[in-house]
Antibody, heavy 121, light 110 residues
Framework: QVQLVESGGGLVKPGGSLRLSCAAS????????MTWIRQAPGKGLEWVSY????????YYAESVKGRFTISRDNTKNSLFLQMNSLTAEDTAVYYC??????????????WGQGTLVTVSS | EIVLTQSPATLSLSPGERATLSCRASQSVSSYLAWYQQKPGQAPRLLIYDTFNRAPGIPARFSGSGSGTDFTLTISNLEPEDFAVYYC????????????FGQGTKLEIK
């Protein structure tokens, strides 16, 4: 069955960096776009970034553009999010999700359990 | 950017009743409208995709409808496990095909 497991969250100081990982299994990882979505404490969902299976297509939300970098390693079935210049507004649970857009399916059918990033001094 | 506005923010109903949740877009969207359910401490779960298609394993009491700028999630005969937060989500059908979510509707037990 499809599984997505995030890791790498934690406490980081403002201006600091963190790298999140998402380990995928149960499907052909390289066939799928993958997406990062975040949720600030007590708030709604915010799409962050997506990357195509080939890594040729990438987009970012304006709120993270220039600070976050999405990447993937299809040989290891892994998705990453490098987060730099972090601020308190980046405090959130970060989810990776399978994105069906490569199959004309513009929704997220599988989600990981999330990893919490806290930006605080 | 397309903004999705969900209403009401909170809906208080009893088990066995029907819930009607609204999602309104700031401009006409494609049929790429999805709904998710999220319970405390859990990741969101896909319920409905492409406006009215139920995801695998989703009970028939969940149904979606709408077009243009107005979309609805209906939950008939509410079960205790249906009380949760619900989000709508859309994807623009023009480059760069950006996603956005509504702010959520909390369905609580009356």
């Amino acid at each position: 069955q499809v599984q997505l497991v995030e890791s790498g969250g934690g406490l980081v100081k403002p201006g600091g960096s963190l790298r999140l990982s998402c380990a995928a299994s149960g499907f052909t990882f390289s066939d799928y776009y993958m997406t990062w979505i975040r949720q600030a404490p007590g708030k709604g969902l915010e799409w962050v970034s997506y990357m195509s299976g080939s890594a040729r297509t990438i987009y970012y939300a304006e709120s993270v553009k220039g600070r976050f970098t999405i990447s993937r390693d299809n040989t290891k079935n892994s998705l990453f999010l490098q987060m730099n210049s972090l601020t308190a507004e980046d405090t959130a649970v970060y989810y990776c999700a399978r994105d069906g857009r490569g199959w004309d399916k513009y929704y997220f059918d599988y989600w990981g359990q999330g990893t919490l990033v806290t930006v605080s001094s | 950017e397309i903004v999705l506005t969900q209403s009401p923010a909170t809906l208080s109903l009893s088990p066995g009743e029907r819930a009607t949740l609204s999602c309104r877009a700031s401009q006409s969207v494609s049929s790429y409208l999805a709904w998710y359910q999220q319970k405390p401490g859990q990741a969101p779960r896909l319920l409905i995709y492409d406006t009215f298609n139920r995801a695998p394993g989703i009970p028939a009491r969940f149904s979606g409808s709408g077009s243009g700028t107005d979309f609805t999630l209906t939950i008939s005969n509410l079960e205790p496990e249906d009380f949760a937060v619900y989000y709508c989500q859309q994807c623009t059908n023009w480059p760069p095909y950006m996603y956005s979510f509504g702010q959520g509707t909390k369905l609580e037990i009356k």
